[in-house]
């Protein structure tokens, strides 16, 4: 029989774990009971079966193999779609742009994050723009924002020039070995077979490192990868593993005292929590690390004039922040909580991006050589040693226009979530065509779909679900930009792609340059052609590619292995013989 323990038994530790097991049982039941009670809250919005009746749709939002889904509710349900998480908890998918002009600008105030975003960052990251919200979020966005100017990016030219012509050198030598290898085998004899998304993910993690923090953590030279590259590599799809599990961690946080909640992880038997939990130990010491060798540079005045960190990010920010008024100034904490956001923020959906041109330009080889035929007559005229000036680089009108079409149609975060901390009426056009409105009660979580508005034909026409550059050239590109009789609130060719409002991606800017620096840079001396492999583009919160080998497994059943990566046949070109 279960006896309750005398007073005497009561430590402190068993204290906490009976609270836990409380707060968890009365937030089961209450949920359960809600569910048993509840009317529809949305009894208009169509959308899809709750698949289970504890975890609702979730396991179909949540899986690796999630996309199609995702995409398929604005498709068969118009812009808003009702979805349900846990005990039938009422959740709205929404990608129909005046709703999302009212949620992510208009009452932005009333949409904040989810708690269990924010709390998971903050365990994770620390307090920086990520894990913060109302007013301390503002006063971070405030301080980080200046940081990214176009001054600031233009000094950063150099080095993404620098990091793009040394992976070249690096895919070069890869390709010769494959070559070599490859040479009485096949006809692609001087092609060699590469991993670009491989290339995309380190070029993209050493070029934030040295512009962001002044660090190289891969030079980019060996097969080899320090603990940081594997703790952030390893992060993103470790938490998606762990998607639902995270919802309960906001009530996990109110449990005890820090130092007792770190114990508590730490005896969690599962894998991939340990995983978490070292690589935010990771990126919490060598951010700390990098900041405080920083500051010890402050007194002495030696920021600006030393090699190849004069002009990264952190060391502007650090300068920034010492001159505002005190009570606008990031704390210590604040400021590695910055550092470790901005290195995770750019490095998997940048090389996201950089993974999905490269693929679509080798399904694509006419816009590859015309693309081609645009960067090489720059690059003539250039007076650069081979190199383009920011504003040359920014004006390409094929390279300006297949990044946005790419960012478009695969966005490599393809949803956010949001949650109502104020009651609001917002408007909505039915699949009918009528004007609407719904209200959403505070503690509603929404999902911002933005690869599903980055499709909507309201927007984007009849052809919104292809890929065709073409839309951003010329006079069709300004009436793509200027007539769209529905607009969507995204900062970029008004896209969702990187968000719109308070909270939109800060560095988008930074990797807008970039990403333009590194196609260039290859598509000036390779050419990128399909292997016969199938890809597959997994989400994990952010969208990845892999390659799908189907084999025969016992008894005659059919079975995929999956291993992640993009190959595609990398030649070197070249420009006398146009080869
Ligand atoms: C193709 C590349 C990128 C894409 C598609 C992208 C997309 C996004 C999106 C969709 C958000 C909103 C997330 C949310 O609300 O939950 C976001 C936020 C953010 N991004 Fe990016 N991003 C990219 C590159 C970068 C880069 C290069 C940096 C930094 C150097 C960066 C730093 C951030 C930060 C710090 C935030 C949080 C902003 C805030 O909450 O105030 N991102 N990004």
């Known amino acids: ?26 937030s089961f039941l209450s949920r359960v009971l809600k569910f048993l009670r509840a009317q529809s809250v949305f009894p208009h919005i169509p959308g899809p079966p709750s698949q289970s009746w504890i975890t609702g749709n979730l396991g179909q939002l949540f899986t690796n193999k999630g996309l199609p889904f995702h995409l398929l509710l604005s498709e068969r349900y ?51 723009l990520v894990a913060t919200v109302g007013e301390q979020h503002k006063r971070q966005r405030k301080a980080v924002k ?34 070599i290898m490859n040479s009485d085998a096949n006809s692609n004899a001087d092609s060699g077979r590469v991993d670009m998304s491989e290339w995309m993910s380190r070029i993209a993690l050493e070029t934030v490192g040295q512009a962001v923090l002044g660090y190289s953590f891969d030079p980019l030279d060996s097969r080899q990868s320090n603990p940081y590259t594997a703790a952030v590599k390893e992060l993103i799809p470790t938490l998606f593993r762990l998607s639902i599990v995270r919802q309960f961690v906001p ?17 969690v038997p599962h894998e991939a929590v340990q995983k978490v939990k070292n690589s935010s130990d990771v990126m919490y010491t060598t951010a700390k690390g990098i900041l405080e060798s920083k500051r010890k540079k402050i007194p002495e005045r030696r920021l600006e004039t ?11 920010l650090l300068k920034n922040n010492e001159r505002l008024p005190e009570s606008e100034q990031l704390s210590e904490e604040e400021l590695i909580g910055q550092m470790t956001v901005l290195i995770f923020g750019a490095q998997d959906t940048t090389s996201s991006a950089l993974s999905r041109v490269l693929y679509m330009l080798s399904v694509h080889p006419n816009w590859q050589d015309d693309l081609r035929g645009e960067i090489l007559e720059a690059l003539d005229t250039s007076d650069r040693d081979g190199r383009l000036r920011y504003e040359d680089v920014v004006k390409l ?61 309201s927007v984007w026409g009849e052809d919104a679900k292809e890929w065709n550059p073409e839309r951003w050239v010329g006079s069709r590109g300004s009436e793509t930009a200027h007539s769209s009789s529905a607009k969507l609130p995204g900062i970029y060719a008004g896209t969702l792609s990187f968000l719109g409002g308070s909270r939109s991606c800060v560095g988008y800017k930074f990797a807008e340059i970039e990403m333009k620096i590194i196609l260039v840079t290859l598509l000036s001396r390779f050419t990128f052609a399909k292997t016969g492999d199938t890809i597959v583009w997994n989400l994990s919160q952010i969208i990845s590619p892999s390659t799908a080998t189907r084999t025969l497994g016992d008894g005659g059943v059919e079975e995929v292995e999956e291993k992640k990566g993009l190959p595609l046949l990398v030649r070197a070109y070249d420009s006398k013989r146009g080869l």
């Open 1 to 26: 029989m279960l006896s309750l323990p005398s007073l005497a038994e009561l430590t402190p530790a068993r204290l906490l774990a009976y609270s836990l097991a409380a707060l968890t049982a009365h």
């Open 78 to 128: 118009g812009g808003i779609a009702r979805v349900y998480g846990f005990f039938g908890d009422e959740q709205l998918y929404i990608c129909d742009p005046r709703a999302l002009h009212s949620i992510l600008v208009k009452d932005q105030d009333a949409f904040d994050e989810t708690a269990v975003f924010i709390e998971n960052n903050r365990i994770i990251f620390g307090p920086g």
């Open 146 to 179: 200046p940081v990214f100017s176009v001054i600031q990016l233009k000094k950063l030219t150099p080095l993404f020039y620098e990091l793009a012509e040394k992976l070249c050198d690096v895919i070069s030598k890869e390709v010769r070995g494959e070559a």
């Open 251 to 267: 009530w996990l946080t109110r449990i005890g005292p820090p130092a007792f909640r770190r114990k508590l992880v730490e005896l």
């Open 306 to 316: 030393e090699g190849p960190s004069r002009q990264d990010i952190i060391t502007e």
């Open 397 to 457: 009108p094929l390279l300006d226009a297949v990044l946005k079409e790419t960012l478009r149609l695969f966005p490599p975060v393809p949803f956010v979530r949001r949650t109502a901390i104020q009651e609001r009426t917002i408007p909505f056009t039915t699949q009918a065509g009528d004007t609407s409105s719904v209200t959403i009660p505070v503690g509603t979580t929404l999902f911002v779909g933005i690869a599903g508005a980055n499709r909507m034909e």
